[in-house]
């Protein structure tokens, strides 16, 4: 089974894109809003080096920003839809 884990914040026009495409393809995510939770936002520096949303964690690959094309390649890698 995939795991998808979308980084948001409320405003962020590509998040609500991005959200849009995954259920449109009708992936199922976990969806973290960073505005709400900082110690998340410091954590994803950390770990990606991007302070910008979305980012995008498929099966432990992180994904910067709304790709669509590279997110349904790391499903596709992992044996996903």
Do not use: H
Not at 18 to 39: A, D, G, H, R, W
Not at 42 to 56: E, I, S
Request: charged share 15%.
């Amino acid at each position: 089974m995939n795991s998808v884990t979308v980084y948001t914040t409320t405003q962020c026009p590509y998040c609500v894109m991005l959200k849009n495409f995954l259920s449109e393809q009708n992936i199922s995510f976990n969806e973290v809003n960073v505005e709400t939770q900082p110690e998340v936002m410091q954590r994803l520096v950390k770990t990606t080096g991007q302070m910008g949303v979305p980012q995008t964690e498929v099966n432990g690959q992180w994904i910067i920003g709304f790709d669509p094309n590279n997110i349904m390649i790391a499903l596709r890698n992992r044996g996903g839809k």
